[in-house]
């Protein structure tokens, strides 16, 4: 899995999903510009999440996640036809990554709390993977020792996250390689380098570490019929950057007798700062998970906001909560739905300052993040349970 | 390690190595035409096999083995050094392979016969790759089971050669992936797909297994330094074709900290038909390890000659041992130097027929395969004696 944070991803960009005109451009590797999620629903050809799906959810877990009322998670492939399988008693797995490239953030953590939501509601297995060899190969200044460190550091967030250890599997490619390469190659058998140009803009210059990477990530979605001993729905959720693996990998799909995977896409959530997505790359705009509650408050001090230049402009103008990373970052974490609707109302007629938006933030990632620390601390304890070996689940 | 008997392989061939109005064309997927060996040597850039390297052998081993006096083996890369390490003491590993697409004939056991007698004479430990990944991915009409067949069966012939043992490990690249993936990614990062299109002709139908799989067939090059934790000299014997392979992993030992693996190259042994080598796509012409003595008295009373039409012509103007199979393939496998040499005189005088050189072909062929399936018969209670396990030599 690719973190698109990585500035230093040496892949040659042709924005392949987007046009030159376009002002944004998204790719596994690459996040610039101020997305439209709307138009790269029908760059990337995924179907958005629609009313119907959205009542299917609410027939079998009685209740609607407030990241899909949110439209956090607003995109989709397959993701009807897996709701469907599962009304008719067939149980899907859950795949999802991460490469360890940097320590987690809140930003991270987001779709991870969504998963374990999924697991406990659908009773699923959840296979996470963490591509190490791919943020080995596509980034020539990241050392192995570095990544090695930051995959341990890496695991213990996914634990903390609290994901159900009887259910939970954590496969790190260079260390489980032995369960992946078969089906790779099996993958990599179907893939033209064409193909892989299209999708993932490989150039002359990248590397065919590079060039051989995909398959090492679609194997999982594979995995779970080999160890179901037959053809398992797998139901991926991440941030609709990776699709491009999954576009390929369903293709591959049909052709060696597997169901294709089904995904459901999210969307970024927002850095503190101007714009852009929350990134490893600059720190001072993401909360991370060991962050410090001093170093919480300072970030969140100095946070981008929506608001006027000052106290009494924003009394009188009001602020602008859609461009407030602060609201954003409250509204998908911490306000329930109510609470952000009046947060929004009271922002925009000047009733509310930018100073208690963010004492608010400040307050709930500070609890949030100190109880995550305990569960992470404790986590070191429960690593082997949660590490794959393979012959079960 | 590839079998250039493979006329399935899908890799687009840009004959890289070999300018268009030339004759043949050699590649590790493809060996075309009649080789021009001398002229091999200056396109891939090899060295040959001097007097002074034939020294060398002589003061170690006490004798020239007659493949080296043959000129079988004759072209090398940093042989003479690595000859030279060797007599101050510092000892090398060998490395060879076999790509498992087919059974095993004579001309695929010839070079590793002289692997034995080079791990004999150096005391050298051996790491006999197998790579049942690059058969699949340069092979659509392959299956995995046909594969692991002949994986199987290839295990078997590489044991009834009479490898040491205690100092031979067998690799089996889906097998143990797990230790060679590591050291394989970190070569990959140093190979731009533009170096790989030009070394092997890869081109957009290529699949991107293809394009990731020579790095995989790299690594044993470091695994001896791994295994003996410090830089180990490892020398190669294997037919020219793979020089390609060696050439990309030399320029890239340096930059990863490991010596340059040092290659002994080998001619082909020549089939039984009226020109190329001995081939598994040509069963008719090649013998192999599990025929029958009737098969083999069949093959060897069809295979081409350099002798006249009928007798009285023979008799008359003599044969041309130069283009002989037969001849060539007693005079590498059976002959005494002074006896082919005999030989070569006495058909060139017409003073012996093809009928003659037939049978002693068909006898030294029958006693060699029949006591080598003995030998293959016994070897299958020594397979996991053979098999790497990575922990230890």
Redesign the interface.
């Known amino acids: 899995m690719s973190d698109p944070d990585d500035p230093h991803a040496n892949i040659s960009q042709e924005k392949i999903s987007v046009d030159q005109k376009d002002p944004f451009s998204v790719t596994p590797w690459e996040v610039e510009g101020q997305v439209d999620y709307d138009k790269l629903i029908d760059k990337f050809g995924t179907s958005e999440i629609t009313s119907s799906i959205l009542d299917s959810f609410k027939t079998i877990t009685g209740e609607i996640h407030p990241l899909l009322s949110l439209e956090y998670f607003y995109s989709h492939r397959d993701l009807d036809w897996i709701l469907e399988k599962y009304r008719h008693g067939e149980r899907f797995y859950l795949y999802t990554g991460r490469g360890p490239s940097g320590m987690i953030h809140m930003g991270h953590i987001m779709p991870w709390l969504f998963s374990k939501y999924l697991q406990e509601k659908f009773n699923s297995k959840l296979i996470f993977q963490l591509t190490d060899?791919e943020k080995?190969?596509f980034n020539?200044n990241l050392s192995?020792e570095k990544i090695n460190y930051f995959t341990r550091e890496n695991i213990l967030d996914i634990i903390a996250t609290g994901f159900d250890p009887k259910k939970t599997k954590i496969l790190v490619d260079?260390?489980h390689?032995?369960h992946l390469?078969?089906i790779?190659?099996?993958i990599?058998?179907?893939?033209?380098?064409?193909t892989?140009?299209a999708v993932f803009g490989?150039?002359?210059?990248?590397?065919?570490?590079?060039?051989?990477?995909?398959?090492i990530q679609a194997s999982p979605c594979f995995l779970p019929s080999i160890i179901e001993k037959a053809p398992t729905p797998v139901l991926i959720p991440a941030a609709i950057d990776q699709d491009p693996y999954w576009r390929v990998t369903r293709d591959v799909a049909t052709k060696m007798g597997y169901y294709k995977p089904a995904q459901i896409h999210s969307k970024f959530v927002p850095g503190l700062g101007v714009s852009g997505k929350m990134s490893s790359s600059r720190p001072e705009t993401a909360l991370f998970t060991t962050d410090t509650p001093e170093l919480i408050d300072k970030k969140v001090l100095s946070a981008f906001t929506g608001g006027q230049a000052t106290v009494q402009l924003q009394r009188k103008l009001g602020g602008n909560p859609d461009v407030c990373p602060v609201f954003w970052y409250l509204r998908y974490f911490f306000d329930t739905g109510e609470e952000s609707e009046e947060r929004f109302l009271k922002c925009k007629i000047g009733n509310l300052l930018c100073g208690e938006c963010k004492a608010d933030l400040s307050n709930h990632s500070k609890t949030f993040i100190t109880d995550f620390q305990k569960r992470r601390e404790k986590a070191k304890d429960s690593v082997d349970e949660f590490i794959y070996t393979g012959d079960s689940f």
């Open positions: 060899d080995f190969l020539q192995k260079s260390k390689i032995q390469y078969s790779a190659i099996e990599a058998r179907h893939i033209t380098f064409s892989a140009k490989f150039s002359n210059s990248s590397n065919i570490g590079m060039i051989g990477f995909p398959p």
